[in-house]
């Protein structure tokens, strides 16, 4: 049976669920022109993190703040007697968000747990920002390599959101090459 608790910070406005979901509260609202707004209870549709873990963002005055969705329910639905700082999910499933799937922990347990470090690549190669193909240019635009992935480049000795940000032109280069995710 799903039973749902306001989020400490934000009662009156998010609920989380045992189940793992999140939802926003029905609410009216008086803006600073005094006009009411009626805001529908809805259900949040989380989405996942580069490391694979499912968030929603809060808004509350006009600040918002992302979170994760296990650490939510862990901290309101799963005791934490010794105060660990950590959250596991005992089935691997980072979707999984079910507080009887989820258990407090410290970073040893945490990152001896199961196939934590194959979990952990899957969800990156996974993840739509981190498995597009990158390419590698010269100053001259003459083609050094193709990448499979950003992870691929972080694990070759580049830095994978500096080679993001050469992507969108945020960046000119990173390491003396030019890097795009179209061929040139």
């Not at 691997?92 to 970073?107: A, D, G, M, Q, V």
């Not at 001259?140 to 969108?168: A, H, Q």
Request: with cysteine.
């Amino acid at each position: 049976m799903e039973k749902w608790k306001d989020i400490p910070g934000y009662s009156g406005y998010y609920q989380v669920s045992n189940l793992g979901r999140v939802k926003s509260c029905k609410r009216i609202i008086i803006d600073s022109l005094g006009r009411k707004h009626t805001y529908r209870e809805r259900i949040l549709k989380p989405t996942p993190d580069e490391e694979g873990y499912l968030g929603v963002t809060l808004s509350i005055n006009g600040k918002s703040s992302y979170s994760r969705v296990h650490r939510l329910v862990a901290e309101i639905f799963v005791q934490n007697a010794n105060n660990f700082s950590q959250i596991n999910h005992i089935d691997e499933n980072r979707s999984n968000n079910k507080s009887n799937n989820l258990e407090w922990c410290n970073s040893k347990y945490n990152l001896n747990y199961g196939n934590r470090s194959k979990n952990n690549s899957n969800a990156r190669k996974n993840h739509p920002n981190l498995s597009k193909p990158v390419y590698q240019y010269n100053k001259d635009l003459k083609l050094i390599k193709e990448w499979p992935s950003l992870c691929e480049c972080g694990r070759n000795g580049f830095t994978r959101t500096l080679i993001s940000k050469v992507c969108s032109g945020k960046n000119k280069s990173h390491k003396g090459f030019i890097w795009s995710h179209k061929k040139l």
